[in-house]
């Protein structure tokens, strides 16, 4: 974003997604918007809202339900020259289109050794924190990071989300966008208007700090701060970095601040074990341990499915008091 | 490249029960509907397919027993089903092959120097061409399969006149793919031709072990479009059958399944022994059932093939494949590091990480 003045407007982040989606919609006529309940009803949250009025039902469509299908059709519609935007209605569901993300999403450049690529994006509401139904707030990054080929985009602000979502649907190589549901209408935030992009691949620092390096994403990015902000009257100063994409990963960033602070804690509300979290700390581990004033921590949901009992579901998720007791912890080494 | 020709009057299939596939020439080459036959040109055209990819995978067969190729599927004894239904298309069309499809590719046009190069592991071989939209060989079964109907509806949307065909096996139809695929194309009313070559088996597993279904085209039925049996091992039935579901798709008809009856001959792959798993008893009148030999006969004795031409034409085919393996010969090795290639549009920082590693450690 230039310093002149870019005019903004103040909104929530699913208003943002659905501003991006309308520009794209606009500037490009072989973008095609589909998936589940996306077409008269505009998505379960309303991210797709007005686009088939708009841009009509051959552009903005309802598929049948079949998720496999869906992200399927998607890889031949990107194949054969269009731009494919699907929605999985949760990442919990993506489960069926796994076998086409892991077999074919990222590998078509590869296989025809660059005959053909995949322009596609997927997004699809993660994480918990609004007391879902059981298996509506799985956070299934690291499976998808984990997958030759396949970009991840995870946003934690509405000007954030507008300018990546942009950014994914310009860029030639698969993407998947990851929105937390926590985040579509709880934080509101000034967004450019117009298009613009956020380039993928580019970390930004929320905070300064001296002392500690907090690395998160997507949701628990409001966490994180909340944690700086109780730390911040104990003299102690944390750099709280938001990911924005988990790949490509802006490793510099992360490690630029941990040789600085020399005390890292890493946050995720996914399962604890091999968790996007855990390549983190191994990257810390093997570029920045002669930095390193403590050991690495991990603020994680732990190795069992994500809770659908509404009273409990903030143990599962951390909260700004657990990451707040790791910093205390690595200060305190 | 294929052209298609003028479409031969679409014969009357029969419909429902267990119903015999729908059949042009007997096993005996004898017409059983001299009215429905492809013009002359069209039948020798597919002859001449049928020679030319029998003689791929007789070759394919003694190559991957000196070591100079890879893993391969035959699919001897099933080429009328593959150049049936692979001739049927135009040069615009898209084809999606299974891992046993190399003669529909090759019939579609993918050149015999690169096929051969795709099963030695080149990249040569995989870099498919531009001006042909074929895919690499799909080793999951029936993934493929929603990809065509999203190639035929971009060709659609694109306003093109352009269709896309895509095969699986009987086993592959019992994927959830198969079922989610043909019934978003019905949904979606697209440009799409499903070929489910039934060839008995899914590597050990005979079709009556793999589900109860006796008459795999009916389940076309539970999508709202049509599905045709035909005599997979008649190649004249097969192209007329799946040339009226091409004319079809690329008027706005939306998709069919075609269902062609064959059976696979040979084993799964080269590396397979299929006396583990099926008898003598179980291949017996399949051999006398062979493609190439009754469209031979029906051409002898229509006088439109003399046993010259036929001579001729051998030497032709072989001549070919001849030519393509002394080129296939001389692609080069891959280097160390091509295989970070095309993984990205532009590399990550971690794959130019990688690339240094290897570079460094493998001195490339």
Redesign the interface.
Known sequence: MTATATPTKTMTMVAAINDALALALEADETV?VFGEDVGVMGGVFRATDGLQARFGA?RVFD??L?E??I????????????K?VAEIQFAGFLY?AL??VL??L?RY?????????LPMVIRAPYGGGVHTPEQHADSPEAILAHT??V?VVIPSTPADAKGLLLAAIQ???PVFFLEAIKLYRSVKGEVPEGHYTVPL?QARVVTQGDDVTVICYGGMVEVAQKAAEAARPHGIGVEVIDLRTL???D??TVLASVRKTGRAVVVSEAPRTNGFHSEISATIAEEAIDFLRAPIRRVTGFDAPYPPFTSVEDVYRPSPVRVARAIREVMGY | MTSPDTAPPTPTFPAGGEQEPFQLLAPDGTATQPDALPDPDTRLRLYRHMRRIRHFDERAWVLYRTGRLGVFPPYGGMEASQVGTAAALGPGD?LFPTYRDTGAALTHGLPVAQTLAYWRTS?HG?????DLKV??FYI?IA?Q???????????K??GTRNV?LAYIGDGGSSE??FH??L??AG??TVPCVFILQNNGWAISVPTRTQTRAVNLARRADGYGIPGVRVDGNDVLATYVVTRGAVTRARDGGGPTLIETVTYRVKPHTLADDPSRYRTDADNLGWAEKDPILRLRTHLLGEGLLTEDADAALTREIEAEFEAALKEADGYPEPTPAEIL?????EP???LRRQRAQIEAEEGT
């Open positions: 095609h051959e598929t049948p079949a496999a299908g992200v399927g059709m998607g890889i031949g519609m990107g194949l054969a020259g269009l494919p069926p076998d086409q077999s074919h990222g450049r590869h296989r025809t050794r660059g005959r053909y690529h030759p080929g970009k860029d030639p190589d691949g790949v490509p990963l490793t510099e | 898209w990249p995989w870099a498919m061409p531009q895919l690499p999951p993934t399969y929603p990809h065509a109907v999203g190639a035929a509806l971009a060709e949307r694109k896309a959830g793919d989610e695929a019934n978003f949904a979606l290639d095309h993984v990205f549009a990550t920082p971690q």
